[in-house]
């Protein structure tokens, strides 16, 4: 079972909870999650939106947390951006992990309206989880639908 509540407050603040419990008969204990966080639109004018979460589990098996932090920026209706960075901790007695810290950036282009391009990266880094990871990705949108011209309805006379 779960659930959340999202309320929107004056100066484009926007607060957010989400909170479960779930238990299996081969469970030692039932499992909570929660989650937590705060969006802030158009930070200082610059056309920012700030989103910080805050994210906890608690399971039979292992526990962990999640903090982060992402800014994102759309650009008119042709590019969006976003960087995340925040820390993710696991803890399980089948492991040796201590957390790690991320950083991740997105970009999405639209070019024209049949065409678009979106890659990023992500750095990982911690006691299991070290990497670096870089994708792209170039694509033709078969189905354009706000090009879509509806035919008018012809008089059946």
Do not use: C
């Not at 610059?46 to 589990?57: E, H, I, M, V």
């Not at 820390?87 to 007695?93: A, H, K």
């Amino acid at each position: 079972m779960s659930g959340g509540a999202r309320v929107e407050l004056p100066y484009r603040v926007t607060v957010y909870t989400n909170i479960g419990r779930s238990s299996s008969s081969a469970d030692a204990k039932s499992s909570w999650n929660t989650m937590f966080g705060v969006t802030l639109g158009k930070v200082w004018r610059t056309g920012l939106q700030a989103d910080l979460r805050y994210s906890k589990f608690n399971s039979s098996f292992a526990q962990g947390s999640y903090r982060a932090l992402a800014l994102s920026r759309n650009f008119r209706e042709a590019i969006h951006w976003e960087v995340q960075a925040g820390t993710q901790v696991f803890v399980s007695p089948f492991t040796q992990d201590t957390g790690s810290n991320f950083l991740n950036t997105h970009v999405d282009l639209n070019l024209g309206s049949r065409y678009f391009f979106q890659g990023g990266f992500t750095l990982e880094h911690g006691a299991l989880q070290n990497y670096t990871q870089w994708y792209t990705t170039f694509g033709y949108r078969f189905d354009n639908r706000w090009h879509r011209q509806e035919k008018p309805n012809a008089d059946p006379k």
